[in-house]
């Protein structure tokens, strides 16, 4: 079955804990994102990685930390830094011959 | 201010009407991409254009690269087609530097 996974689909976390967020992919693309969207707005871009071992900060990288050690996988942690965390997280992966973008089915997370 | 604008914001339409959303963005870009989210939240990727047109079963989308616009037209309209649509534009090679616009939401009711 190919594809993007994450996991959970929910997550509750106290204020205060950091939280990490799983994201794997099997379609052996280079490139893996990280998305935020909040009710009503656009998704924002938290983190990107074009290739292994390297990443990139995105435009609200503040308070998320991300690291890319396999090809497959590019796991986002949500520090206690982050001021306002409850969200929906959306892992992508882009490559391939289009180069078009393929979405994970998402991480809500909530903090109590 | 959003670099990309969606228009319009909700749509509400009846089982079998012609649905059109539009997509307008401010700079250049090298393409643009529309996807539909579902209620659940899961993304999937309809089109990606840098000219033209495109269809693809009962969905077409168009861009006019000198006026910065692009529209997604939904034909004979079904109550599944209920979902959220983005539209996002990429300014460079990088799918990474894509901005979003807040999405158009449509119901297709019955």
């Known amino acids: 079955d190919g594809g993007i996974t994450q996991s959970p689909k929910y997550l509750f976390r106290k204020e205060g804990q950091n939280v990490t967020l799983s994201c794997e992919q099997n379609l052996n693309h280079d490139a893996m994102y990280w998305y935020r969207q909040d009710p009503g707005q656009g998704l924002r871009l938290i983190y990107y990685s074009q290739i292994v071992n390297d990443f990139q900060k995105g435009d609200i990288a503040e308070g998320y930390s991300v690291s890319r050690e396999k090809k497959e996988s590019f796991p986002l942690t949500v520090t206690s830094a982050q001021k306002n965390p409850t969200a929906f997280y959306l892992c992508?992966?882009?490559?391939?011959?289009?180069?078009?973008?393929?979405f994970g089915p998402g991480t809500r997370l909530t903090v109590l | 201010k959003n670099e990309v604008e969606q228009s319009p914001q909700n749509l509400t339409a009846q089982e079998g009407e012609f649905i059109t959303i539009n997509c307008s963005y401010s700079v250049g870009i090298s393409a643009l991409h529309w996807l539909q989210q579902h209620p659940g939240g899961g993304i999937v990727s309809l089109f990606m254009l840098s000219s033209g047109k495109k269809k693809h079963g009962r969905l077409i989308a168009t861009i006019n690269i000198q006026e910065k616009h692009s529209s997604l037209h939904i034909t004979a309209s079904h109550p599944r087609d209920s979902a959220v649509y983005i539209c996002?534009?990429?300014?460079?090679?990088?799918?990474?530097?894509?901005?979003f616009g807040d999405g158009t939401t449509l119901t297709v009711k019955p």
């Open positions: 996002a534009v990429r300014f460079g090679t990088n799918a990474g530097k894509s901005t």
């Open positions: 992508a992966t882009g490559g391939g011959r289009t180069d078009t973008q393929y």
